[in-house]
């Protein structure tokens, strides 16, 4: 996240102990600004903007962030929590993705690309020339996006992220 200080460059190279670049690796891995700065590209990645979703949703979202790092959070378990987060965009700051997202296809192509790896955009027009995905994968995935719904909340701003009993694409 940082650069390492004049102090603690000083007190690496003086400090001489076989674990000694164990030691530094943990210890700017439990930084704060670890946190922050992985939290940060994650945001991008998941296209978090104040436009689309509010700057207390932002605000909790990055919190959010900066939670998932810092603890280590299982990449599984991070993409699970974001992809099924249901309730208050407030009292649930991951479901704030589907308010990044806007629409199902966009919320479809950003998650392939993200946890499948995959830019499946190509895949709206015509089967991939160079991959297995075809228009019938393009558009499962983007009926999975397409029910889920959002309505507002009581709270300024707030938005409630529910799925809906039907939806297609």
Not at 66 to 94: C, H, I, M, W
């Amino acid at each position: 996240g940082v650069l390492p200080t004049i102090a603690e460059q000083e007190a690496f190279f003086f400090y001489f102990s076989p674990d000694r670049r164990q030691r530094l690796i943990d210890n700017l891995l439990n930084r704060h600004e670890y946190a922050e700065f992985w939290a940060l590209k994650w945001a991008d990645l998941l296209r978090l903007q104040k436009a689309e979703v509010s700057e207390a949703g932002v605000y909790k979202f990055h919190n959010w962030l900066v939670d998932a790092v810092a603890t280590n959070k299982p990449l599984d378990q991070f993409a699970r929590e974001l992809l099924t987060a249901q309730g208050s965009t407030y009292d649930y700051p991951a479901a704030n993705y589907y308010r990044a997202c806007g629409e199902p296809i966009k919320a479809a192509e950003t998650t392939a690309q993200l946890f499948l790896g995959s830019r499946i955009q190509c895949a709206k027009c015509h089967n991939h020339p160079f991959e297995n995905w075809t228009q019938d994968n393009f558009y499962g995935l983007t009926a999975f996006f397409n029910r889920v719904d959002r309505k507002p909340g009581p709270r300024l701003e707030e938005e409630i992220v529910y799925v809906a009993r039907g939806g297609e694409v």
